[in-house]
């Protein structure tokens, strides 16, 4: 790593820090939320630990944290709202207890859970409960998603997907080459090429912890 790099994860954990007490948590409820021991966050902060690129993928997913800011210190530290006013109140989104063979065509009541109110969730989008580590830390189990069927993705998005026994399960959207694989977050989880049975649900917009449904 070069003394640039270094710098800048100096820096980024300077921000962390920053970014922690400006929403008014310790340290242990900060570390506790991304799924990290509290020793490892008081490293970071002190410029003595290295935080991941996962990691601090999963800072911006939870906390809504602007990318440019945490890297370079530019602007807001916050995302602002996608929108204001009016438009801005919560939404009622479905909440799908598993995920029909037909969706998004076919949906009844017994694939509904309930409904969520979420702010600026776009029509026509849907959430879900995430179940197990796969994408840890980005995403925990028990996590709610919101996800919209029917994007174009792009190399890093996180998808919601089919696999062969009809489960949906949650992994990242890569690239190499014309070749797609669908990676965890979680290392102890080897990628995989999607095969035909494995059918994409559509792409997580936004994930929430500690919802009560």
Known sequence: MTKEKDAQRISIGRRIKA?????????????????????FLSGIERERKTPSDTLLIALCHYYRINEVWLFTGVGDMFREPD??????????TPLLKKIPEGFPEKINEEEMKDYVSLPNVPAGCYATIAYGDFMAPTIRDGDLVTFSP????????????????????????????????????????????????????????????????
């Open 83 to 92: 929108v204001t006013g009016e438009d801005a109140r919560a939404t009622k």
């Open 150 to 213: 029917g994007e174009d993705l792009e190399n890093g998005d996180i998808v919601l997907v089919n696999n062969r026994w009809g489960d949906a399960i949650l992994r990242k959207y890569r690239l190499k080459g014309t070749e797609v694989f669908l990676v965890s977050d979680n290392p102890v989880y080897a990628p995989f090429k999607p095969d035909p049975e494995t059918r994409t649900i559509g792409k997580v917009l936004e994930v929430w912890r500690k919802i009560k449904i």
């Open 19 to 39: 970014a922690r007490q400006s929403k008014g948590l310790t340290q242990k409820e900060f570390a506790a939320s991304l799924g990290i021991v509290q020793g």
